[in-house]
C-alpha cells in the first residue's frame, strides 16, 4: 500500500472564483456578435444619425447634447437588461444555471460575477461611445459627470435585476 503524499492544490478563496466568473462572463459578452452589435455598433450609429440629421426634433441647442446622454443610457439598458435577459435565459433554457448555482461559486457569487462583467462592458461603453461623443463636438459639464457614473451603476444594477428577474421566470426564446 502506497500513502500518497503529493500536495493538493488549496481552494481559491471566494473573491478569487467571483473575479474568476466575472472574467469568464466578461469574455463571453465580448465574444458574442450579437451583444457587441446591441451594446456598441447601434448605440454608436444612433449617436451618429441623432447628431447629424435633423430628425427628430431634440429641442433647442445642440443636438450632440441630447443624443450623448440619450445614447449611453441605452447602452446601459441594451447591456444590462437585455443582454443579460437573453444570455440569462438561454443558460437556464440549457441547464447551466443549475449546475453553477451548486459549485462553490454558490449563487452569490454568480450574480456578482454577472455584475462584474456588465460593469466592465459599462465602462467600455463609456469609452467608445463617451469618446465618440466628444469626438462629435459634446462637452459635458465637469459637475455633472461623478453623478451621471453614479446613475448609470444604480441603473445597470437595477436593470440587471429586471433581466434576471425575467429570465428567471420567462422562456428563453
Do not use: C
Request: aromatic share 6%.
Amino acid at each position: 500500500m502506497t500513502l500518497d503524499v503529493s500536495p493538493r492544490p488549496a481552494a481559491s478563496s471566494w473573491t478569487t472564483r467571483v473575479v474568476a466568473h466575472g472574467r469568464l462572463e466578461l469574455t463571453m459578452l465580448l465574444r458574442n456578435g450579437e451583444q457587441l452589435l446591441v451594446a456598441i455598433i447601434l448605440p454608436a450609429m444612433a449617436l451618429v444619425g441623432l447628431t447629424v440629421s435633423s430628425f427628430p426634433d431634440l429641442g433647442p441647442g445642440q443636438r450632440i447634447d441630447t443624443a450623448a446622454p440619450g445614447v449611453l443610457a441605452l447602452a446601459v439598458v441594451s447591456t444590462a437588461f437585455t443582454g443579460q435577459a437573453i444570455s440569462t435565459g438561454f443558460d437556464r433554457r440549457y441547464g447551466v444555471l443549475r449546475y453553477l448555482g451548486v459549485t462553490p461559486l454558490g449563487r452569490t457569487g454568480l450574480l456578482l460575477g454577472k455584475a462584474m462583467a456588465v460593469l466592465s462592458v459599462l465602462a467600455i461603453q463609456v469609452v467608445i461611445l463617451g469618446g465618440l461623443a466628444l469626438f462629435l463636438g459634446w462637452r459635458p459639464a465637469p459637475p455633472g459627470v461623478p453623478a451621471a457614473l453614479v446613475t448609470m451603476v444604480v441603473g445597470s444594477a437595477a436593470f440587471v435585476a429586471l433581466a434576471l428577474l425575467l429570465a428567471g421566470t420567462m422562456r428563453a426564446e
